[in-house]
């Protein structure tokens, strides 16, 4: 948009730099901050304000935990189990597979998955601590349930090939899940057939 005061303008800009949010939409919530009532906007900012100081990511799984604490939920839950580690893209995926209530084991969120194209390689994901936990703990069965795309694919093959020599036994979610989605928009009944079904690797 053009012709804006600069502070609108700027608001717009930022809006449009989120995810999935183009230009229309951007103008539209930006003028819905316009037209909010003070009180409104000062409880969206604090919030914001909050998302950066008092969260953070877990020291073992990178999950998203409160500050405070240098584990999250899940890996402090003494009734976890130890030895299935599900590997997911983004902390996302974690909510969504807990809400199938079908995997009690522990996660390791890689934060992306690898892409070539954008420049992205193993040492810009969280692959070398999950290397280390397979390495040193007891681990049984790691589980990659990245998304059913290409990205999603190239990074469980990379894995697969670095897990193997380590004698574990690594499985991929069931093609329960359509290529190219998401596993944050998968419905549960979905997610618990994938998890349930999930198959055994091999290179």
């Not at 209530?101 to 390791?108: D, I, K």
């Not at 390495?135 to 670095?162: C, K, R, W, Y």
Request: charged share 20%; hydrophobic share 40%.
């Amino acid at each position: 948009m053009t012709g804006l005061p600069e502070p609108l303008q700027n608001l717009v800009d930022a809006f449009e730099r989120l995810p999935g949010i183009g230009p229309k939409t951007a103008a539209r919530l930006a003028f819905f901050i316009l037209n909010s009532p003070a009180q409104s906007v000062n409880g969206l900012l604090t919030s914001l304000q909050s998302v950066k100081k008092d969260l953070g990511f877990c020291q073992t799984c990178f999950n998203i935990t409160l500050a405070v604490n240098p584990l999250c939920e899940i890996c402090s839950d003494i009734q976890r189990n130890k030895s299935s580690l599900c590997v997911v893209e983004e902390p996302l995926d974690v909510l969504a597979l807990e809400r199938t209530n079908a995997f009690n084991g522990l996660y390791h969120v890689l934060h992306g998955v690898l892409s070539p194209i954008e420049g992205i390689g193993p040492d810009d994901l969280k692959i070398r601590p999950l290397m280390e936990r397979i390495h040193n703990g007891i681990i049984t069965e790691v589980i990659l349930a990245t998304n059913p795309s290409m990205e999603g694919d190239a990074t469980a093959l990379f894995l697969l090939q670095q897990i193997t020599p380590m004698g574990i036994k690594v499985t991929r979610l069931a093609r329960g899940l359509p290529v190219g989605s998401d596993l944050e928009y998968a419905d549960q009944s979905t997610l618990s057939r994938a998890l349930t079904g999930r198959q055994e690797m091999s290179s």
